[in-house]
Antibody
């Protein structure tokens, strides 16, 4: 059974940094690209970032480029999102998702990040 | 990376068919056959319903079908059931400068 379990969310002040983690199981992790997608409270889905299966290619939404860094450790079946210079509009539920370079096919339950002073 | 445009709400009675549209541009929906649809119930994670415009994941009900014409994709739910009441999002691969991904604005489906 495919499982994606996010962790690392919390309350952080504007300008701060936070690192999200996603533990994957139930599939061959390095065969799949991985995404981060976020959803602000009561709002729609926003794609954040994508990393290839081997970790060699990374891509970002314009809204987070230069502030967020996606990475993965295939030996630990884990995905990460390092977030810095956080702003209030980064407040959202952050989902880890499995897929390919052009599709998302399975989502975790999300971890909540609240940026507030 | 502008969001794809969906109607805010669509409703139908049990047993009826409804269609949700998803309008983008030639740089996303119209340019690639990588349109997906997701169902999201309140407080739950999204679930993949359709991928690559018209393909259903294994085990998914054939009441859900997808299509595309030009820059607009569509999701049709036939034989509407109470459990279909949820938010639905489309998405598309795009590669204007670098690969990225864009979601639709979301549609609330109400079963009357």
């Amino acid at each position: 059974e495919v499982q994606l379990v996010e962790s690392g969310g919390g309350v952080i002040q504007p300008g701060g940094s936070l690192r999200l983690s996603c533990a994957a199981s139930g599939f061959t992790f390095d065969d799949y690209a991985m995404h981060w997608v976020r959803q602000a409270p009561g709002k729609g889905l926003e794609w954040v970032s994508l990393i290839s299966g081997d970790g060699g290619s990374t891509y970002y939404a314009d809204s987070v480029k230069g502030r967020f860094t996606i990475s993965r450790d295939n030996s630990k079946n884990s995905l990460y999102l390092q977030m810095s210079s956080l702003r209030t509009d980064d407040t959202a539920l952050y989902y880890c998702a499995k897929g390919s370079m052009d599709t998302v096919d399975f989502w975790g339950q999300g971890t909540l990040v609240t940026v507030s002073s | 990376q502008s969001a794809l445009t969906q109607p805010a709400s669509v409703s139908g009675s049990p047993g009826q068919s409804i269609t949700i549209s998803c309008t983008g541009t030639s740089s996303d929906v119209g340019g690639y056959n990588y349109v997906s649809w997701y169902q999201q119930h309140p407080g739950k994670a999204p679930k993949l319903m359709i991928y690559e415009v018209s393909n259903r994941p294994s085990g998914l009900s054939n009441r859900f079908s997808g299509s595309k014409s030009g820059n607009t994709a569509s999701l049709t739910i036939s034989g509407l059931r109470a459990e279909d009441e949820a938010d639905y999002y489309c998405s598309s691969y795009t590669n204007t400068y670098t690969p990225s991904y864009v979601f639709g604005t979301g549609t609330k489906v109400t079963v009357l």
